[in-house]
């Protein structure tokens, strides 16, 4: 509702005075806030007179939420950020409609924000400021308080940083430096990195548009808005987390890259900090690098029985080459850390080449590639051979000479573990071939490849059957019995997932020992089709194969699956 039309209404219905309205807009002026709630606290009018008018004058009901007991559930429907911004509050479900109790009923901007988040129907109800904000302090955990505090602070206090400060051209360090040390902007910070290591997010998103500016987290693969905090701020903010990673706050038209280490309930945790000047200002992505989220127990991760015994057996070897394959983000640093850290002991001597170190492991010798000096994956492995390595790890085989030198070390009694981004296990052979290695080199070289994916977990606590008609699991990959017999689950939504259905993530593996039969179709130069097909004779379960198994073992579902793997 806009300021001068809902005091226009006041005084026309002789609520307040012309005098009292003036008074009112100056103060909301100097410091801001809603007109509804400066009028309330100027004793201007009454609280209940100000919701009785507002309900009357709109056709909207009034809500009185002292005497409501509001489900948990209902308040996970919007998260603690959306209704500090809008000052909503939201108080039942019923059906595909969702209840909502609003300081300004007349919100376009709240309404369609809501609706398009969580799909529901919004139906708006009016209510006092106290009585919202009050039960948001309630509904909502003591982060949210927190976070409210904050949010409050930045909107009141008057920060050094000239909120000019963002166009390029027009930059004062010694403002932005200013900015940056205030205690609302360090608080901030400090709240964004907090909330993240609790939620245990993978990435923090810093993001900056033309008139807005946003905080996302991405927690189980997935992106989700946290905050929007104040546009003004953006600079300061910002160069906060570029302070805080050793990178030059002057420098804005190039990309960086840094690190921070910060301690959370006796925890330390890193992160890793990329940088990236953008249209209407600097992006920063922090990727976090808990090492007790780690799995590091190869049970776990998502191999089936036989599966499992196989890679064991391989990584057990006294040399060979073995290659995790897979798109970015589904989890081959995962596997290749569990498997480190189930072959480590004090008998061996373990390398690694990575880009980036993502975890510190005891007992693991693990180099930083800086390709700007000329330390790259090649270069690392020529120098690894020079100091007695048992067990070699590269980061990822990008070029004809990282792979050439690995190979060679696999034929020269080391076993070396690393990565390629490949759709499946079969077709890494023609990628190597490709680069130039020759068919008997990867004949002899090549013990193991493995295919992963991840997959969203069924969220344990609102685990529920699901019909699924029979056509549709045949259709995906299984037989007529099997999908007769199949019993299927999903997730209802809770509070525990955030009415997603799913919680946690497990990996599906397409695990492909290349034994004799493989070994003699790759010196015949065989296709990857050829290759699958003896694979799965000789009794290789495919992605696909892989996530039918956890269908069928009530852990994942169909659309999971189906969206993450190819038919076979």
Known sequence: MVPERLGKLLTTAKLITEDQLQKALLTQKKEGGRLGGILVKMAFIEEDKLLKFLSQQYGIPAIDLSKLQIDPAVTKLVPAEVVLKYRVMP??????????????PTDVFAVDDIKFMT?????????????????????YDASSKQLQTVLKDLESQETTADPTIIREEEVDIGKLKEAVEEVPVVKLANLILNEAVKKKVSDIHIEPYEKSFRVRYRLDGSLYEVMSPPKKLQAALTSRFKIMSDLDIAERRLPQDGRIKMKFEDKEVDLRVSCLPCLFGEKIVMRLLDKSNLTLDLTKLGFDPKALENFMKAIGSPYGMVLVTGPTGSGKTTTLYSALNYINTIDVNIMTAEDPVEYNLMGINQVQMKDEIGLNFAAALRSFLRQDPDIIMVGEIRDYETAEIGVKAALTGHLVLSTLHTNDAPSTINRLLNMGIEPFLVASSVV????????????????????????????????????????????????????TGYKGRLALYE??????????????????????????????????????????????????????????
């Open 91 to 104: 108080v039942k479900r019923s059906g595909a409609t969702l209840s909502l109790a609003m300081v300004d």
């Open 448 to 499: 193991m490849i493995i295919a992963q994916r991840l997959v969203h977990r069924v969220c344990k606590d609102c685990k529920e059957l699901e019909k699924v008609p029979v056509p549709m699991l045949v259709k995906a990959g299984m037989t007529e019995e099997e999908a007769k017999s199949a019993v299927c689950y999903k997730g209802k939504g809770c509070s525990t997932c955030s009415d």
């Open 511 to 568: 695990v492909m020992p290349i034994g004799e039969e493989v070994r003699e179709l790759i010196l015949q130069g065989a296709s990857s089709d050829e290759i699958k097909k003896r694979a799965i004779s000789t009794g290789m379960k495919t992605l696909r194969m892989s996530g039918l198994s956890k269908i069928r073992e009530g852990i994942t579902t169909l659309e999971e699956v189906v969206d993450s793997t190819f038919p076979d």
């Open 119 to 139: 799909g529901y129907e919004i139906e708006p109800m009016v209510a006092s400021e106290t009585a919202v904000m009050t039960a948001i302090s309630k509904g």
